[in-house]
């Protein structure tokens, strides 16, 4: 069976607020609309879809994107600018091509672009199939 992969982004990062309502678009918004544009043509696409997510509750920390696949660590990153040049949508591409290509999905810091390098907020490692139910 095929690893399904996720690349999720926050859409609420960001966003400019008055009277309890959003107002306008949100750095997040901003931020998957320059993701997506290059993720179709990227050649992975298919195999590691982009996902706008209301919340990943990482508001300090905005703006906030996620590598998940089964059976692999999760990195959620943090701190992603909203004004990244193509060239660094690029990069997180490719650093998701690593993340995709790593049987554990381990992205050594070395390896990272810049703007993936300084935000980790988490690296949570997948359950494991033999460790039975978790409580």
């Known amino acids: 069976m095929k690893t399904q992969h996720a690349l999720f982004v926050c859409t609420t990062c960001s966003s400019v607020w008055k009277d309890g309502k959003r107002v306008g678009e949100s750095g997040g918004d901003k931020l998957f609309k320059q993701l997506q544009e290059l993720h179709q043509d990227?050649?992975?696409?298919?195999?590691?879809?982009i996902q706008p997510v209301e919340c990943m509750s990482a508001c300090n920390r905005a703006c906030a994107i996620c590598f998940v696949a089964n059976g692999k660590y999760t990195y959620l990153f943090g701190d992603v600018s909203p004004d990244l040049s193509t060239?660094?949508?690029?990069?997180?591409?490719e650093c998701a091509s690593k993340y995709y290509n790593h049987s554990e999905g381990l992205l050594p810091w070395a390896e990272r672009p810049e703007p993936l390098k300084k935000g980790v907020l988490a690296r949570i490692p997948s359950p494991k199939a033999d460790a039975g139910e978790l409580n």
Do not use: G, K, R, T
């Open 42 to 49: 990227w050649e992975l696409h298919q195999e590691f879809p």
């Open 87 to 93: 060239s660094e949508i690029a990069n997180v591409l």
